[in-house]
């Protein structure tokens, strides 16, 4: 695992009337502050990569379809310099995945249906100065193929 990041496995709990899944709390020991909640979603086969901040940390979950989620460690001075972790994530395998400043990340929506995400970073989104770093999914520098591997 790459240095800084944590996970917490996600409990659903269904009822008669539906199903209940509590993806973060500040009591978590995954816990670190609070910035803002806010959902993304992604098309079938729909890369968003790279990604990178400076002064946050995100906090990775997938409510709705499935997403492969890639991390990068592109820090220098990290034990895990290098490192790649994946992570399949959704209702399937319900998983909440702290993505610490400074390491690239992205994901692709690997299910037929659009993919829809819930980040809790833990900074406020700035429109003036945002603290959001991007390269090419395909041609920014990281060493990672998002083609599916099938066999």
């Not at 790279?50 to 906090?59: A, I």
């Not at 993505?99 to 037929?112: D, E, F, I, N, T």
């Not at 770093?133 to 990672?144: A, N, T």
Request: aromatic residues 10%; contains cysteine; proline residues 8%.
């Amino acid at each position: 695992m790459i240095a800084g990041v944590k996970t917490k496995t996600l409990r659903v709990i269904p009822d008669e009337r539906g199903r209940l899944m509590e993806i973060l709390r500040r009591d978590d020991a995954i816990f670190q502050e609070f910035g803002q909640v806010y959902m993304s979603t992604t098309y079938p086969g729909v890369v968003k990569a790279w990604h990178m901040h400076k002064h946050q940390s995100d906090n990775i979950c997938c409510v709705q379809g499935m997403i492969k989620l890639v991390l990068y460690d592109g820090r220098p001075e990290s034990p895990t310099f290098s490192e790649i972790n994946e992570f399949f994530m959704g209702p399937h395998n319900p998983l909440l995945v702290q993505v610490p400043a400074h390491v690239l990340h992205g994901w692709k929506c690997v299910s037929p249906e659009e993919a829809l995400v819930v980040n809790v970073p833990t900074n406020v989104y700035d429109y003036k100065q945002p603290d959001e770093h991007r390269l090419d999914p395909h041609q920014g520098g990281v060493p990672y193929d998002w083609t599916r591997k099938d066999g």
